[in-house]
C-alpha cells in the first residue's frame, strides 16, 4: 500500500476492531500493510503468552526469543507476559534459566508464572525470582497461578537472598496474587511456602514493594488463618490501608478446634480498616468434602451458616467498613443440596446488606464458584451433585436472593476428582478437571 489513505488515527481504531472480533487477522494486518503494522504489532505482543518454557520445553520459548533478537522493538511492546509450564512430574522447580531471558522486556507490567496441570506442585525461590524482577522496572503485578514462593525443604523456603548494595528505584509492585491452590491447603505437604513475613520483608528491602502502596493483596495460601498470630502480625505491618482487593482460604477441619467461623472472624478483624477495599475474594472448603475418598452424604454433618454470618455480621456494621465494595467472589466446597437449608436464611440477611444502596452504592456483583466432586468409578455417581449443570442451577437458587435485590449473580461449578489411592502407580492428590 503506497501513502496512508487515512489519518493514523482511523487506521488505530479499524486494526483496534480487527483485534477485538477478529484477532487471528491481526498477524495479516501486520504484513500486508506498513501502516498497520506498528499497532498491530502492538497488539499481537502487548499481552503474550509462551508456552512449555522448562525442562526439555523449550522450543516455544526459543522460537519467541528469536522472535525479539531478530526486532528488539518487539520487546518493548510487551506488557504483559504469562509463562506456562507443562510437565508430568510430582514437583517442577522453576530455574534462572527459565526466566533470565525476560531481562530485555523493559516495559512489562503484569508477569504471570503458571503451572499445569494444576495438581502438580510448582515452586520457585527468592533467589531465583528477585534478580529478575529488579530488571523490569514498570512491573506492577505479579501472578503466581499454580507457582508459590518456597521449596519443597523447609530451610530453602525461607532462605532469603542477600539485597543489592543499593536499592536505586524501586518496582512499585501494586499487585500481588497467589492462585487458590485447593490440594495445597487440604494436603500441604511437600511442600515450603516462604512464611509470609519474611516475603514481604524481603520483598521490601530488595525494592520491588513500596510499603503501604499494595491495591492487590491476594495470597491466600501465605496468610494461615487457622494460626491468626502470623497473618495479623503481617497485615498490620504491611500498611495496606488502601488495599483494593483481597483474596483469603479457610479449611474448615472440624477437629482441630479452629472451626472455620472463627478463621473468618480473625481475618475480618484484620480487614475492617481497608475502606477502599472494592473485591473480596473467599475460598471455603470442607475438608471431608474434598478430601476424603471414601465418603457418603451422611459422613457430612449439616453445617450451620457461619462462614455466612460472620460476613454479615462484620459487613452490617455502622459505618460500613468498605463502602467502596463492588464483588463478593466465593469458591465453596459443599454440597448445595445442604447449602440450600442451612445457607438460605443467612444469605438472604447478607443479601440485605449488601444489595442497601446507603450502605453498599457501588455493589454490583455476586460470584459463586462451585466444587462438585466427581464419580470414583464410571458405574459409581457421587450421591448429592448429579452434575456441574445441575448443581448450577442449584446454586443460583440458593444465591437469588441477591439476584432479587438487583445485583448481578454469577454462578459457575466444576469437577474435582480424587486419585484411586489403591492404584500404586499414582500418588493419592486431587486435582481439576479444566
Known sequence: MQGNLLPPELQDRIIDFVQAVAPESLTACALVSRACRARAQHLIFSSTTVRNIGGSQTKHRDAFIHILSANSQLALKISSLTLERYE????????????????????????????????????????????????????????????????????????????????????????????????????PSGMHLTPVDTLFKALVEHGLVVQGGLKTLDIPHYLPWDRPEPSQEFLAQTGTSRLQRFGAIFVDKRRDGRPGAHQVRDMLRCIQIYSFLRSLEITYIDEQCYGWYGLALSDIPHQPSDLIDSLHEHLARAPSPHPALEELALTIAYPTCRMDVHFRPALALLARTLCDPALYPRFRRVRVHLLVRGRMTQGDPWPWEASPEDTTERGRGVFSPFAHGGVEVEVDAELFWIDDPEDEDIPCEVGLWD
Open 88 to 187: 508430568w512430574v510430582p514437583t517442577v522447580l522453576w530455574e534462572s534459566r527459565d526466566l533470565s531471558w525476560i531481562e530485555p522486556l523493559v516495559n512489562l507490567q503484569t508477569l504471570t508464572l503458571k503451572a499445569a496441570p494444576r495438581h502438580r506442585l510448582s515452586y520457585v525461590s527468592m533467589h531465583t525470582l528477585f534478580p529478575i524482577m529488579r530488571t523490569l522496572p514498570r512491573l506492577e503485578s505479579l501472578v503466581l497461578d499454580g507457582v508459590f514462593v518456597g521449596s519443597h525443604k523447609q530451610a530453602e523456603a525461607s532462605s532469603v537472598p542477600s539485597p543489592p548494595n543499593e536499592v536505586s528505584t524501586t518496582i512499585g509492585l501494586q499487585n500481588l496474587r497467589c492462585t487458590v491452590y485447593i490440594p495445597m491447603a487440604v494436603w
